[in-house]
């Protein structure tokens, strides 16, 4: 019943851009935050950007802050990420992910436990 569905993920030279989308589905998607995630093999998932309810307020993982830029439509229940000058090191499965908005906050972001819904990743790899 709930949905999340990532796409637009696939090879791309170091350098290139590339915009993930989440088509969601099964929830009220405007009283949920949304966040995108991305996880390398050997490595735990990773919290890469944020978004408020209503987009207000977005928050970025250190790596990432200058380079992507996080965004929703809720009037289409969809969440983006567009990746700007793409690194070998962002190579990863991108996971977008749900939480209510009573349970967290700009601080709390971050914490992978947060969120009540995930989607099954898309893949990303950046070419040197």
């Known amino acids: 019943q709930v949905k999340l569905e990532e796409s637009g993920g696939r090879l791309v030279e170091a350098g290139g851009s590339l915009r993930l989308s989440c088509a969601t589905s099964g929830f009220l998607f405007s009283t949920y935050a949304m966040a995108w995630f991305r996880q390398t093999p050997g490595k735990e998932r990773e919290f890469v950007a944020g978004i408020t309810r209503f987009g207000d307020s977005a928050l970025y993982s250190d790596s990432v802050k200058g380079r992507f830029t996080i965004s929703r439509e809720n009037r289409k229940n969809t969440v983006y990420l567009q990746m700007n000058g793409l690194q070998p090191e962002d190579t990863a499965v991108y996971f977008c992910?749900?939480?209510?908005?009573?349970?967290?906050?700009?601080?709390?972001?971050?914490?992978?436990?947060?969120?009540?819904?995930w989607g099954q990743g898309t893949q990303v790899t950046v070419s040197s």
């Open positions: 992910a749900a939480a209510f908005y009573l349970g967290i906050t700009i601080t709390t972001m971050e914490l992978r436990e947060k969120y009540h819904f």
